[in-house]
T-cell receptor, first 115, second 112 residues
């Protein structure tokens, strides 16, 4: 297993366009998380899945954001009608349900720039 | 909610020891994580503390005092490659999900 994989690594889009990112977690991990990180800040929780069920969404997640994990493996995060404030690094992480000493394994992220 | 505080930036000399502090306020504490993040890269897991005391892992150690809402990450024999951001994250039972909340991170600069 090569770890958590995210695609694309970079995305530049015009304001108002829709974008979709993909995350492939570590295969044994049944939890998958999406975080957003802006410069100088720590990762900010967006949503998480246990298998295919989306169990929690941050109150900060506007209705323009939607995430899916249809078969409990890879996940997609879609942002509709992008705004300049959406420019950030979007990080995906995966874990076992009881992380404890194993922590969360992050992917390398997708850097979104909205122009 | 949770409030996590850590210094914004620290500098240290190669070969020295540095301590990065993290204070937090939360209910239903369920563990504290430290992550290292090099510029432009993903955070990587360093340590996890759930009970009071010191956890040692090679050059890195992490300490937790739950009563004081306090943790520190100790880096010994600093190397240039240790220049990175160090993120403190706290997991709590809020809502039953135990999702960790991250602090802003401490940018550590190691100079020769």
């Amino acid at each position: 297993d090569t770890g958590v994989s995210q695609n694309p690594r970079h995305k530049i889009t015009k304001r108002g366009q829709n974008v979709t990112f993909r995350c492939d977690p570590i295969s044994e991990h049944n939890r998958l998380y999406w975080y957003r990180q802006t410069l100088g800040q720590g990762p900010e929780f967006l949503t998480y899945f246990q298998n295919e069920a989306q169990l929690e969404k941050s109150r900060l997640l506007s209705d323009r954001f939607s995430a899916e994990r249809p078969k409990g493996s890879f996940s997609t995060l879609e942002i509709q009608r992008t705004e300049q404030g959406d420019s950030a690094m979007y990080l995906c992480a995966s874990s076992f349900p009881e992380t404890g000493a194993y922590g969360y394994t992050f992917g390398s992220g997708t850097r979104l720039t909205v122009v | 909610g949770q409030n996590i505080d850590q210094p914004t930036e620290m500098t240290a000399t190669e070969g020295a020891i540095v301590q990065i502090n993290c204070t937090y306020q939360t209910s239903g504490f369920n563990g504290l994580f430290w992550y290292q993040q090099h510029a432009g890269e993903a955070p990587t897991f360093l340590s996890y503390n759930v009970l009071d005391g010191l956890e040692e892992k090679g050059r890195f150690s992490s300490f937790l005092s739950r009563s004081k809402g306090y943790s520190y990450l100790l880096l010994k024999e600093l190397q240039m490659k240790d220049s990175a951001s160090y993120l403190c994250a706290v997991s709590s039972a809020s809502g039953g999900s135990y999702i960790p909340t991250f602090g802003r991170g401490t940018s550590l600069i190691v100079h020769p």
